[in-house]
Nanobody
Framework: QVQLVESGGGLVQPGGSLRLSCAAS????????MAWYRQTPGAQRDLVAR???????NYADSVKGRFTISRDNAKNTVYLQMNSLKPEDTALYYC??????????????WGQGTQVTVSS
């Protein structure tokens, strides 16, 4: 099995920073595109940032200039550096990855989510 485990969430004041991490573990050949999504109660899960295996990135308009996605391919880990956090950034953040689990199969995997709360 393949698992994605997020960490780094927590409570932070407006204007503060957090760095989320997501590590892929288990049996697989490679990790392709990785991404961060977020979801609030009653809302759909929305893309926050995405990074390809080659390092190309894209961001939701709401986080451009404040968040930075990066990855460490040697560690099969993706990061989300979140600066200048706002209360509206409060959400459950999910890691997503397309993982090649065999020579012929690729799995779309999700983590369990890590809570980010921005509040005074």
């Amino acid at each position: 099995q393949v698992q994605l485990v997020e960490s780094g969430g927590g409570l932070v004041q407006p204007g503060g920073s957090l760095r989320l991490s997501c590590a892929a573990s288990g049996s697989f050949f490679s990790v392709n595109t990785m991404a961060w999504y977020r979801q609030t109660p009653g809302a759909q899960r929305d893309l926050v940032a995405r990074i390809t295996s080659g390092g190309s990135t894209n961001y939701a308009d709401s986080v451009k200039g404040r968040f930075t996605i990066s990855r460490d391919n040697a560690k099969n880990t993706v990061y989300l550096q979140m600066n200048s956090l706002k209360p509206e950034d409060t959400a459950l953040y999910y890691c997503n990855a397309h993982i090649r689990t065999s020579i012929v199969t690729t799995r779309n995997s999700w983590g369990q989510g890590t809570q980010v709360t921005v509040s005074s």
